[in-house]
């Protein structure tokens, strides 16, 4: 434990270096030059869309990795990049994320994913709040509570062809709601609060997320039954959002969700070093207009087997944002914490931090089945070796029924089975007449 704790106070001090002496640097002159980088980026449309908490990450490893998630999806965040991803999670997990967002909001999040062999299942529910106050004309505090957004979603993947070489095709659906909530207002000449004045302002989203992963090996130098290379598809906040509770001309449709269509990978290139990267086409489905893509891409590097650094880039409009963190596990719990310095629309830098805590509550057995698989396979393996070859099939039969998918075992049946044909047409060939 005192090791751990040592190797992240030496991390969080070199990641605060850079940063530890902000308020002496001219950070507009970096803004100015970071915007005419970038100035292609520029999008006239950018906000037109409502639900907008819908674009802020849970926090933690995806924001570390600069949000290039898509192609990766190894945790419970999936749930809010690649809804196919839950078929192909190691661990159940349950999860806690903070976000400290801008101008004083923040947003919660619960996750929870599990899986049963190639099904996988999850959900989540997250609440964005900012403070709002009113203020009379006399600039006299009329009224005070929060403008939330709240969104829930329910999840569930399979991953078809799954064996041992080929890692199967994950296909995902994950369907959500959402709800804005508009705090009451006050009356102007009485200063008295108008119930439920705030419910026409207030809207309810229902939409769906389709995912799409694809692992597979590629370049892998090193020994690993996971895939060093992982693609993934994702159609983001399909549906469609409804305003005008309690108001007599009934309800409405005139704002787009912010729909996304993302494409991503990661690439292991050694055990230790993972490369992530993202290119996101945000679309209004109101009036078919394609927005400026998004861009993002990641590093982790995995220096123990319960220490990370994670690093990532992220481009959203003429300015980029920079985020560093790093993760770590004990006794099951896996925490991160990430820190981002972010330039979008703004000419001073404003810096968020977001945590995550996952639980890590065990496969299901998965991996005593995967022992004992290899157990069994191991014993044909000394029984092909001792020209057993009958009794070798017998083995590797006993692993198909526990997985048929076990490429090893087929192989190994083939080559037995070979090698008995071989052996009787040997003794055919031997005999006198």
């Not at 965040?77 to 190691?90: C, E, G, R, V, Y």
Request: hydrophobic share 40%.
């Amino acid at each position: 434990m005192k090791r751990i704790l040592r190797l992240i106070s030496t991390f969080s001090f070199l990641i605060s270096l850079p940063f530890s002496r902000m308020e002496a640097i001219d950070y507009s002159s970096v803004t100015s030059a970071l915007s005419d980088i970038f100035h292609s980026q520029v999008d006239s449309n950018e906000g037109t869309t409502t639900f907008r908490s819908l674009l802020i990450p849970f926090g933690g490893r995806t924001e570390s990795l600069g949000c290039a998630y898509t192609g990766l999806c190894d945790d419970v965040s999936f749930l809010q990049f690649n809804p196919a991803a839950s078929s192909i999670q190691k661990e159940t997990q349950l999860s806690l994320f903070h976000n400290q967002w801008i101008a004083d909001s923040k947003m919660e999040t619960a996750a929870f994913t599990t899986r049963n062999k190639n099904l996988g299942i999850g959900a989540y529910i997250s609440c964005f709040y900012l403070p709002f106050t009113e203020y009379n004309l006399f600039g006299e505090r009329a009224a005070g509570s929060y403008y939330t957004e709240t969104t829930g979603g329910f999840n569930v993947s399979y991953n078809f062809l799954a064996g041992y070489n080929f890692k199967g095709i994950a296909l995902g659906a994950t369907i959500k709601g959402g709800w804005r909530g508009m705090p009451d207002y006050t009356d102007n000449n009485t200063n008295a609060i108008i119930a439920n004045s705030g419910l026409e302002q207030s809207g309810l989203a229902l939409m769906a997320d389709f995912g799409a992963m694809l692992q597979f090996n590629f370049l892998k130098f090193y020994s690993s039954r996971d895939a060093n290379l992982r693609v993934g598809l994702a159609l983001q906040n399909l549906g469609a959002a409804f305003t005008g509770f309690g108001s007599s001309s009934g309800l409405k449709m005139d704002d787009a969700l912010p729909t996304m269509i993302s494409s991503g990978l990661s690439f292991k290139i050694i055990k230790p070093l993972t490369i992530t990267m993202d290119f996101k086409i945000p679309l209004n489905l109101l009036n078919g207009r394609i927005y400026k893509p998004y861009e993002g891409v990641g590093l982790q590097i995995q220096f123990t087997s319960f220490l990370s650094f994670l690093a990532g880039f992220q481009i959203k409009g003429a300015n980029p944002a920079f985020s560093s963190g790093f993760e770590f596990e004990f006794y099951k719990v896996r925490m991160n914490f990430n820190y981002t310095l972010d330039f979008t629309s703004s000419f001073n830098p404003f810096n968020r931090v977001s945590l995550s805590a996952k639980l890590l509550l065990g496969d299901r057995g998965r991996g005593k089945i995967q022992d004992q698989i290899d157990e069994i396979y191991q014993e044909g393996l000394k029984l092909y070796a001792q020209g057993k070859w009958t009794q070798a099939i017998e083995k590797w039969q006993e692993v198909l029924k526990i997985d048929s998918r076990f490429d090893p075992a087929k192989l190994g049946i083939e080559t037995a089975t070979r090698q008995i044909e071989m052996y009787e047409k040997i003794k055919e060939s031997l005999k006198f007449e």
